[in-house]
């Protein structure tokens, strides 16, 4: 694991159990450290400067005299902190309020209060929108802002709706027109924007009204909102030699979840380890993951300001079993960084599409009124030094709509699987 503080990758973690970076690497609703302390940066640093090749790495420091600066206009912090973001440049920094940031911690712990239902763009760029539970995903939302403002086909649309929640139980489907929420239209607001506005002030039993597009019809829904398990990590066995663990995002817990599922394999199972459409999550939680398959070693590499730090799997990892990994480009951020891992160490054969390409890491800053900035920070790389940011990890046997099929006829040649 990591040694040192650990950013959130949105989120890398590591065993290091206090301060917690953000790594927006990906991000799911992320937010928060695993033992619930987030480190504040609100000193000073260095001016804005270049980080891995051309893209900027972001000076906090500026933010905090931006924000007083503002305040002294009269404005908010959070005003002055989007307004710095905005003219940054830096397309993977954000600004929360207290209680948005807040909600966020908590889906990391796997808890969120909403709907059921997950927001999102199509991204022509990666071929389908980032999957994962908008409710709660903040790089997730931040790859599906990026969608909206760049090539994304201009509508919010649902693009998950959870069994059993409030939106299944009134029949949102996956794919309707998220047209307005609580009367204010979708149109020009990101991604973020309107599940924050599903989200509300993260009350159960407080309601929202939603107007829904489907097939050229419109209707108006309310629903309740409840406080919503999320279950990152399920495991199945599809015949004696197969295990397959389905990673959603890596929240608290996932890791260890995923090594009891290879503890637990039949002798000679072959594992298929799909990371489709997962954003991202806890660093950590993924070099827990990784420590599921490998005897220890290097995880990746990233730098905070220039900062060189490192995340380690630990020691006793299953290395014998078959391993394939299913990926697309929906995978992002911490499930690159165990994609990155697993393919570079020679551990697993990855198959699918090329993943989406979110590398950088992100640091919180807590301003005077509470709110809460995130700034690019630095970037990971994988242990062969790849960087993922804007590139995305290739997979070693691309595979279409048929990805699974062939996933699964490699682990049988590889002694797993029926």
Same mark, same amino acid.
């Given at each position: ?14 065993? =290091? ?78 600004? /929360? ?14 808890? /969120? ?44 649309? =649902? ?30 607001? !990101?991604?973020?924007?309107?599940? !924050? ?36 990590? $399920? =495991? ?11 990673? %959603?995002?890596? !929240? ?37 993951? %990784? ?10 590499? /990233? ?6 730090? !490192?995340?380690?799997? #630990? ?6 079993? *078959? ?7 929906? $995978? ?28 950088? =890491?992100?640091? *919180? ?8 900035? #995130? ?44």
């Amino acid at each position: 694991m990591p040694a040192g503080p650990v950013p959130l990758c949105l989120r890398p973690r590591g065993v =290091v159990r206090g301060a917690v970076l953000t790594l927006v690497f990906a991000g799911v609703l992320a937010t928060a450290a695993a033992t619930g302390a987030l480190p504040r940066e609100d000193g000073a640093g260095p001016e804005p400067r270049a980080g891995a090749g051309d893209r900027a790495v972001y000076d906090r420091a500026a933010l905090h005299r931006a924000a007083a600066e503002a305040a002294a206009d009269g404005k908010s912090g959070k005003q002055a902190a989007e307004e710095f973001v905005s003219r940054s440049g830096d397309r993977w920094g954000a600004v /929360y309020d207290p209680r948005e940031y807040a909600e966020f911690e908590r889906s990391l712990d796997g808890a /969120y209060t909403g709907v059921g239902l997950s927001a999102g763009t199509a991204d022509r760029e990666q071929g389908r929108a980032p999957s994962g539970d908008g409710e709660g995903d903040r790089d997730g939302d931040r790859a599906r802002n990026r969608a909206r403002d760049g090539d994304g086909d201009g509508g919010v649309r =649902v693009t998950r709706v959870r069994d059993g929640g409030p939106a299944a139980r009134a029949g949102v489907r996956t794919g309707d027109l998220l047209l307005a929420v609580d009367g204010r239209e979708t149109d020009g607001l !990101s991604v973020s924007e309107v599940v !924050s506005l599903l989200r509300g002030d993260g009350v159960p039993g407080s309601t929202v009204t939603l107007r829904i597009g489907r097939s050229g019809m419109t209707w108006t829904q309310t629903l309740r909102r409840e406080r919503l398990a999320t279950d990152p990590v $399920t =495991v199945s066995r599809p015949d004696p030699r197969t295990v397959v663990i389905r990673v %959603a995002a890596f !929240s608290k817990g996932a890791g260890e979840r995923v090594r009891e599922a290879v503890r637990t394999a039949p002798a000679g199972a072959g594992v298929l380890l799909d990371l489709r459409g997962n954003s991202g999550g806890l660093v950590d939680e993924a070099a827990v993951a %990784a420590s599921a398959f490998l005897d220890g070693g290097l995880v990746a590499t /990233y730098d905070v300001e220039g900062e060189q730090r !490192s995340v380690y799997a #630990e020691r006793g990892g299953d290395t014998g079993r *078959p391993l394939v990994a299913l990926i697309d480009g929906g $995978t992002m951020s911490a499930a690159e960084l165990l994609t990155g891992a697993l393919q570079d160490r020679g551990r697993a054969v990855t198959v699918g599409s090329r993943t989406f390409g979110k590398g950088s =890491v992100q640091m *919180p800053s807590t301003l005077p009124d509470g709110s809460v900035a #995130e700034l690019t920070v630095g970037h990971y790389r994988t242990p062969a030094g790849h960087d993922v940011d804007g590139r995305g990890i290739a997979p070693d046997l691309p595979a279409g709509e048929a990805a699974e099929e062939r996933a699964r006829t490699v682990l049988s040649g590889l002694g797993g699987g029926s």
